[in-house]
Nanobody
Framework: QVQLVESGGGLVQPGGSLRLSCAAS????????MAWYRQAPGKQRELVAL???????NYGDFVKGRFTVSRESGEKTVYLQMNTLKPEDTAVYYC????????????WGQGTQVTVSS
């Protein structure tokens, strides 16, 4: 059974930082591309950051150097370090896993709420 369990969300003031974690189980972590998406109320889900199975990274345009995605294969965990948070970063953040060679092998976590407010 595949599970992606996010943690680390919460309430933070503008300008603050949060670190999200996504612990994976039930997959061969090293052959999966891992990503973070987010969805704000009334908006479409959008890509925040991607780290491929080889370690290459890609970010949404809105990130502008504020976030860093990383993965730890030994722990089967992907991280999202978010700095200089803005109110518009408020959303549910989802972890996503996609097999490097099969589009049908893709999974979502349950999401973690991030609220940026004073």
């Amino acid at each position: 059974q595949v599970q992606l369990v996010e943690s680390g969300g919460g309430l933070v003031q503008p300008g603050g930082s949060l670190r999200l974690s996504c612990a994976a189980s039930g997959i061969v972590f090293t052959v999966y591309n891992m990503a973070w998406y987010r969805q704000a109320p009334g908006k479409q889900r959008e890509l925040v950051a991607l780290v491929t199975h080889t370690g290459s990274t890609n970010y949404g345009d809105f990130v502008k150097g504020r976030f860093t995605v990383s993965r730890e294969s030994g722990e089967k965990t992907v991280y999202l370090q978010m700095n200089t948070l803005k109110p518009e970063d408020t959303a549910v953040y989802y972890c996503h896993a996609a097999h490097r060679g099969s589009a049908s092998l893709a999974y979502w976590g349950q999401g973690t709420q991030v609220t940026v407010s004073s």
